[in-house]
């Protein structure tokens, strides 16, 4: 008689869909899983305490770096922290840039997904489509901060700067020219808000090209519907947010139940699924994609029409412009404390939370009234739903490991702060 016993396996760390970074260890009978062993901590960044070695804004740059395609949402948490503490708020302009800011980084964020997820699954023009417009995107975040990623561009008080007038252009190559050239500039022939007019016009269309590909098709749905069913009840128990938790049919959304910024004065809807598996929750943020690019427009009207600072004039907080600095001894002497030792922050905790594209990402900020946080402890949602890996994958089979690490929109810089 041969004895059949469950054999260990070690999916990752080398595995595409852990990023090089999640080691999951996997008891196996035969191609079913038995138990699933998450084991995170392999790229620790150490960012907490990092942030509490330097001035406050001076840590604004590593919250882009925690989960790297969602950055300006990432930075408001922590900036609001701040605010809250300080008691200070950023002017309507600059709330209103924040609020379109947050939406063009959860279509960043989603596009990102939806390319990953379908190409861990098998599909690889999605991947392909998706880039095309990220990279549009990505020339705005150019454009505001000089960086197409970590953009810093979120301060306490307002963002770093207005909105540019204009759009910066493609260049003549061997690449692009002629009728080619014309084409791809055809949108940055104005402002940035121009540009964003044209982008949020053709994006449902985009959309509708990644539907085509994926919501019908077969195979897709034979990797998904079924896969990782997440009851309501289990989801809140594991403490997930976003679209974890509302594919599972529950309508929880920061921008509607705590609106921050100005998302109270939005019209949108929130997308929930029905049965809480992976096709649900490929479904809600492919919808979530529409309601941003909504949010967007809205953001846009109200820009194109309301001028305003997007600063403080408040010195201690926010430093004078170059100008003011070059011709006036005071703002000069601002300018050197401020980028020097920062500003001290009145003594007290607070706790600030932003409906971030993957889900709830807060910042507990304690302070003792020096110049560097006490204290920074940030909630990652990643973290929360990679716990819950091993009841929600027990009885699947191997190959809807990768299904469900995709479904969880993991980005270990959040994960492993």
Excluded at 287 to 292: F, T, V
Excluded at 339 to 351: D, L, R
Aim: proline residues 5%.
């Amino acid at each position: 008689m041969q004895e059949i016993r469950n054999y260990t396996m070690n999916f990752g760390p080398q595995h595409p869909a852990a990023h090089g970074v999640l080691r999951l260890v996997l008891e196996m009978d035969g191609e079913t899983i038995v138990r699933a062993d998450p084991h995170v901590g392999l790229l620790h960044r150490g960012t907490e305490k990092l942030a509490e070695s330097k001035p406050f804004n001076q840590s604004i740059g590593y919250m882009d770096r925690l989960d790297y395609v969602s950055m300006m949402c990432n930075e408001h948490a922590y900036v609001k922290a701040i605010e809250n503490l300080m008691g200070i708020e950023a002017p309507e302009r600059a709330q209103y840039i924040r609020t379109m800011f947050d939406e063009i980084t959860r279509i960043l964020n989603h596009l990102m997904w939806i390319g990953s997820n379908a190409l861990d699954l098998g599909a690889m023009a999605v991947f392909l489509y998706a880039f095309r417009e990220r990279e549009e995107l990505m020339d705005v975040y150019e454009a505001v901060s000089g960086a197409r990623m970590h953009a810093t561009y979120y301060r306490p008080g307002g963002v770093y700067r207005d909105l540019p007038a204009q759009m910066s252009q493609y260049r003549e190559s061997p690449w692009h020219k002629g009728k080619d050239l014309k084409r791809l500039n055809s949108w940055r022939e104005g402002s940035m808000l121009d540009f964003l007019d044209a982008f949020t016009a053709d994006f449902p269309a985009r959309v509708d090209e990644y539907e085509e590909l994926l919501t019908n098709n077969r195979i897709w749905k034979q990797r998904t519907v079924g896969i990782g069913v997440i009851s309501p009840e289990l989801a809140q128990q594991w403490g997930m947010t976003g679209a974890m938790l509302r594919g599972s049919g529950i309508a929880w959304d920061l921008r509607k139940k705590q609106p921050y910024a100005k998302y109270a004065e939005m019209d949108f809807d929130i997308p929930i699924g029905v049965n809480g598996d992976c096709y649900d929750r490929y479904l809600v943020r492919v919808e979530e994609m529409r309601q941003s690019n909504r949010i967007i427009k809205q953001c846009i009207d109200w820009l194109r029409v309301n001028s305003g600072p997007v600063m403080l004039k408040n010195f201690k907080v926010s430093p004078p412009s170059r100008e003011e600095m070059k011709e006036d001894m005071e703002a000069l002497i601002h300018h050197f404390k401020l980028f020097t030792e920062g500003y001290g922050v009145p003594a007290g905790e607070t706790y600030a939370a932003v409906e971030a594209p993957k889900g709830e990402f807060g910042c507990y900020l304690v302070s003792d009234g020096a110049n560097k946080p006490f204290r920074v402890h940030l909630r990652a949602p990643g973290f929360a739903h990679l716990s819950s890996m091993d009841p929600i994958v027990r009885g699947h089979m191997l190959a809807d490991v990768v299904a469900m690490i995709g479904t969880y929109d993991l980005v270990f810089g959040e994960v492993d702060r």
